[in-house]
């Protein structure tokens, strides 16, 4: 009997893990990489490591100033950033030289790479480059595109507005910036060009972290504010225009009425969107639901057995880990004809501001709403004996449990190396834990998840409890 064959559209992270799942199954894999397929995926060509690599150094210049104790200066301060920028293509090249080594190790009769777009012909056919391909199943695994809103003016300087791709390309420093958007690309990017001497205004519908507990938020707003980053909320953008000289003017409506913000440079951070214009949808008999697959827990497509999706193009969260776990999860369905399913509890999220955001399980407003009577802990991080001696003293942890079960339900941190202290919480929350449990876990001293065992005896004691004692050498 004939292996299956899978055919994977997309040659990013969900669509190489995709594929390698599928052999791995024992399936014949037809690997649609795409028509620019050295930069295939976002995370390692222009996303999560690029924009990483940039921030380390301008972090590192930034903290080593904070105390005021030395005068720190990059040595060439007019080329600082492009100094940067190239001290990261290199790195990245090495990281682009061995996933495309690893991609080019599968090659063979039954792992067949084909470096351009393919677009369904009908439910068992995909065509590229003239040539048709069968198939007995698929995932979708094509990614997202960055998104600009429909606002006056857009069209006519389309190309001169800045998204994640140009600030991780660019050079030269601007005099001023306005970045539309305060998501995680906006906020990341804005501050450290405002460490870089830029002077950046962030124009805003609503609050930062919108979708997460309103005193986070409301902190790091005022700790971009501390660093001299203007925050325009709850304000709308009317139009985006040019001046005379050549500067961007954005016209925009907020609580004290409209007001024009000029800059040198303007940027939209108002997110991605799937991609899926390439892949004629409706000839595998697939349907858009207001521009996004409908997508089972299993992976597949609604109304289909046999085409799954995976990762960004889906337009749930696109994060890199979550696009790898469908993609396994997609390919296994795909061979094997089952209905694994990856139950999503924790749904880690962590934006790289600084300090860093990191959150996990439900908000108190989702816990409410399913019926659950909550309690709240919280924990400052100047408290934290380690983050204040690292000039953390902006943030706090705040976790919320059920007052009945004890059981832990959501975890919210707004501190230095949130993004790594959120895993704790986030797996106690996967796996069902009580707040008693975080409390009687032993945490070394002095360390930052001090902070994450502070929040749990706060949560303990309110519960009825008696957390260990601990270590209180703290700032007071």
Known sequence: MA????????????????????????????????DNADLASLCVNRGCMPSKAMFHPIDAMHHARQQKWLRVEPLRPEAYLGQIVAWKDREIARFRAYRQNSIDAHASDDFVIVRADGRFVDTHTIEANGQRYKFDAAVIATGSSPFLPPVAGIDAVRDQVWGSDQFVSNTKLPESLAVVGAGAIGLEFALRYARLGCSVTIIARSRPLSSYPAAFGERLAETYESEGIRMMLATAVRGVRRDSEGLF????????????????????????????????????????????????????????????????????????????IEAGVAAENAVKQTARKWHQRSRVMVVFSDPEFAYAGMTPQEAEQTGHKIIVGRQESRLVGKLHLGGDDSGFGEFIADAESHQLLGAGLLCDDASNLIHLPGYMIDHQHTVHDGASAEYYHP???????????KLCQRLGGTPPRRADETSG
């Open 3 to 34: 292996a299956t064959t899978i055919a994977v559209l997309g040659g990013g992270s969900a669509g190489f893990t995709a594929a390698r799942t599928a052999a791995k199954h024992g399936a014949r894999v037809l690997f649609f990489m795409g």
């Open 249 to 324: 003017v954005v016209d925009t409506e907020g609580p004290g009425g409209s007001e024009p913000v000029t800059a040198q440079r303007i940027a939209f951070a108002a997110g991605r969107r799937p991609a899926t214009t390439t892949l004629d949808l409706p000839a595998a008999g697939v349907e858009l639901d207001k521009g996004r697959l409908r997508v089972g827990e299993d992976m597949r497509i609604a109304g289909q057995d046999h085409i799954f999706a995976a990762g960004d193009v889906i337009g749930r969260r696109m994060v890199v880990h979550q696009a790898h």
């Open 447 to 457: 360390s930052r998840i001090e902070i994450v065992s502070g929040v749990f005896d």
